[in-house]
């Protein structure tokens, strides 16, 4: 099965700068990456998704790149802002379900 | 708010108890999935159903066990609850049976568990 593995663990970024976060998957039949952000106690909420037909998604300060070849995705914050801080879930889709990363918990220090 | 309800939003029970967690999908998704999220294991799938029939199926422990009814509510039983059951766990949905063309999944607000 499908195995996914998010680095790093923990980040911290001071206020506007850049976050990166990274993911890789095993299972190559994989089509569907979405990202969720997690406050604490609450729901994860999507953030982002990306299909493996398209290499690059943005919306406003968030972006996903994939590279399906290296079965790898990343999740780029721009512009952090103190309202970012959170834990952030990758996740690929698994035949009907969703496999998550461990997740990294992401400070903003303002 | 993503459309999905779950209840209770707490739930504290003794090993041994048994007890049923509750999810209503978004209007007009069919599809249902339960999560377990704890420290150790992190989110973890459990089950999904769709339409009303048992679809995927994760790391779910035979004292636990879920269904899906005409009116695609689902309902999660955790019976012979152990220590190592407290949690929290979410349910999610989507419109159809999700499957390699990746449907988004919307989460509930959870119930946390805590078995004494």
């Known amino acids: 099965g499908e195995n996914v593995e998010q680095h790093p663990s923990t980040l911290s970024v001071q206020e506007g700068d850049s976050a990166v976060i990274k993911c890789t998957y095993s299972d190559s039949a994989s089509n569907y990456f979405p990202w969720y952000k997690q406050e604490l106690g609450k729901r994860p909420q999507l953030i982002i998704d990306?299909?493996?037909?398209?290499g690059e998604k943005k919306d406003q300060r968030i972006a996903v790149t994939l590279s399906k070849t290296a079965k790898h995705f990343s999740l780029h914050i721009t512009e952090t802002q103190p309202e970012d801080s959170a834990v952030y879930f990758c996740?690929?889709?698994?035949?009907?379900?969703?496999?998550f990363g461990a997740g990294t918990i992401l400070r903003v220090k303002s | 708010d993503s459309g999905v309800t779950q209840t209770p939003k707490h739930l504290i029970t003794a090993t041994g108890q048994r007890v049923t967690l509750r999810c209503s999908p978004r209007?007009?998704?069919?599809?249902v999935y339960w999560y377990q999220q704890s420290l150790d294991q992190g989110l973890q799938f459990l089950i999904q159903y769709y339409n009303g029939e048992e679809r995927a199926k994760g790391n779910i422990l035979e004292r636990f066990s879920a269904q899906q009814f005409p009116d695609l509510h689902s309902e999660l039983n955790l019976s012979s609850l152990e220590l190592g059951d407290s949690a929290l766990y979410f349910c999610?949905?989507?419109?159809?049976?999700?499957?390699?063309?990746?449907?988004?999944?919307?989460f509930g607000p959870g119930t946390r568990l805590l078995v004494l």
């Open positions: 996740a690929a889709m698994d035949g009907n379900k969703l496999v």
């Open positions: 999610a949905s989507s419109v159809t049976s999700g499957g390699y063309r990746g449907e988004t999944q919307y």
């Open positions: 990306i299909r493996s037909n398209v």
């Open positions: 209007s007009g998704d069919l599809s």
